[in-house]
């Protein structure tokens, strides 16, 4: 009786054993999911599209394994350019040269270039259809020490940075914090109001398609002087930044429309610009790129920016001088110009306006606000405007309607192009070269390359 009242006990006291182990098994994998409990070694890294801010990280250093962060100082091609896929999050993209697959359009591209004495080209063709991106270099990133362009070098991009503010936006308005047709007031905290137009709300979409009334005013454009934490309440509350047209009736191009987009973003998000951006768009898609250029992850491969008489507007000293308020919302002169990014990074943003807001399987925007953005329907200057960018018929693709925006600031040129279907784009960012404008706004040397590069395609 007690041999069998034994093994009774033992058999108890395994299931015990098993039971506890089972719970404790159990709990360790509840603290690994949930990320408690764990040490932070001296060697781990930051996970990928995140910068390391602990005292000992190096601000210069790279990743040699993501080819988005690995500066290319030989070749002006790059190594990546013979056909090479290059894995981007869940997607792939494959890198091509010009020079190698269309030895003709790359001279052409040359000609242009030199004949606009261009500094820097850096240039992409791409096909979101089939993920080829093809790229073309031309001239020297610093030309003091004759650093060759190459793909991933990053420019300020000037008005391009509209686009990408925009999506900010957008991704707000897909999550329900913000909405196109709601009085800005709202995210503010304070009336914002055209005096002349007391009882006309100024909304979200008036912003983003320049219909707010809001004008780029002596006030904001002095206001580069005066601290950050004062501009943006000060100019909104000040008459003399709205013209006397009622919001929402007339388009008239405003740069300080999307700098109050910007702080709009902060203030409904609670952080930077910078950091929103990077998590929603930069860090998804793989990109290396900042309104701020010091939080790139490299910093190693921005270009020197020239004048037309290739004096230096803004070193790259000066670039990663520019710096951001420590309270979200206060921010004035990054929203609509002070982005900085590679050719071929900002093509992996447009390619999502063709997909439905996707690349691969990254998803960053709705269908239906993609389609928002690509819907123009107010009168511009020879184009329809839309939220954020513009369409156009027969300016350098005959017959053919494309989307586009120029940019330009302390002698950078930047000009995008694309179609929706098929999912194909030009992008083009010079700094150097003389400026002359079509009617339409259009900047000739980006739309002369742009014309070249077309032919890609046939």
């Known amino acids: 009786m007690r041999n069998k009242d034994g ?25 690994k999911h949930f990320g408690l409990g764990g040490e932070k070694t001296d060697d781990a890294s930051p996970p990928p599209g995140t910068t390391d ?46 020079a190698d697959e269309f030895p003709d359009i790359q001279k052409e591209l040359s000609t242009i270039a030199l004949d606009y004495n261009c500094a820097a080209v850096s240039l992409v063709v791409y096909n979101g259809d089939t993920g080829e991106y093809f790229t073309y270099e031309f001239g020297n990133s610093n030309l003091e020490t004759r650093d060759k362009v190459t793909s991933y070098t990053k420019f300020r991009i000037a008005s391009l940075s509209k686009l990408v503010t925009a999506i900010c936006v957008l991704t707000l308005v897909d999550d329900g914090y913000v909405s196109l047709d709601t009085d800005v007031s709202n995210y503010f905290g304070y009336e914002v109001k055209n005096p002349h137009f007391p009882d006309t709300p100024i909304t979200t979409r008036m912003l983003l398609n320049h219909t707010s009334s809001l004008f780029d005013s002596g006030a904001f454009l002095a206001s580069r002087d005066r601290e950050s934490s004062e501009s943006v309440r000060y100019l909104l509350e000040l008459g003399s930044s709205f013209r006397r047209n009622q919001p929402g009736s007339l388009f008239e191009y405003s740069n300080f429309g999307y700098a109050v987009l910007g702080s709009l973003c902060e203030r409904v998000t609670g952080k930077s610009l910078d950091t929103y951006a990077g998590e929603i768009i930069f860090d998804p898609l793989g990109i290396d790129a900042a309104y701020v250029p010091r939080n ?19 070193s790259v000293a000066a670039q990663l001088a520019i710096s951001e308020s420590d309270t979200p919302g206060h921010d004035m002169h990054l929203a609509h110009v002070s982005l900085t990014i590679s050719a071929v990074d900002y093509a992996k943003i447009l390619v999502i306006l063709g997909n439905g807001g996707q690349l691969g399987d990254v998803s960053i925007l709705s269908p239906e606000l993609v389609m928002q953005i690509n819907v123009t329907n107010v009168d511009g200057v020879t184009f329809k405007q839309g939220l954020a960018t513009r369409y156009s018929v027969g300016d350098f693709i005959p017959r053919e309607g494309f989307y586009w925006h120029t940019g330009s600031s302390f002698g950078t040129f930047t000009q995008y192009n694309y179609k929706l279907s098929p999912n194909r784009g ?3 960012i010079t700094t150097g070269a003389a400026i002359t404008r079509l009617p339409s706004g259009m900047i000739d040397v980006c739309t002369d390359l742009s014309k070249a590069a077309w032919k890609v395609f046939g």
């Not at 089972?22 to 994998?29: G, N, Q, R």
């Open 7 to 31: 093994k009774a006990i033992i058999v108890v006291l395994i299931l015990l054993i098993i039971i506890l182990a089972s719970l404790f098994l159990w709990y360790l994998a509840i603290m």
């Open 426 to 428: 030009v992008v083009v």
């Open 53 to 98: 801010t602990s005292p000992d990280a190096d601000p210069d250093a790279t990743d040699p394994d993501d080819p988005d962060t690995t500066p290319d100082n030989g070749d002006p091609q790059g190594d990546d350019q013979n056909g090479d896929m290059t894995a981007s999050g869940d997607f792939d993209i494959i890198m091509l040269s010009i």
């Open 296 to 314: 790139l992850r490299d910093t190693d491969n921005i270009a020197v920016i020239y004048d037309d008489s290739h004096e230096v507007t803004q």
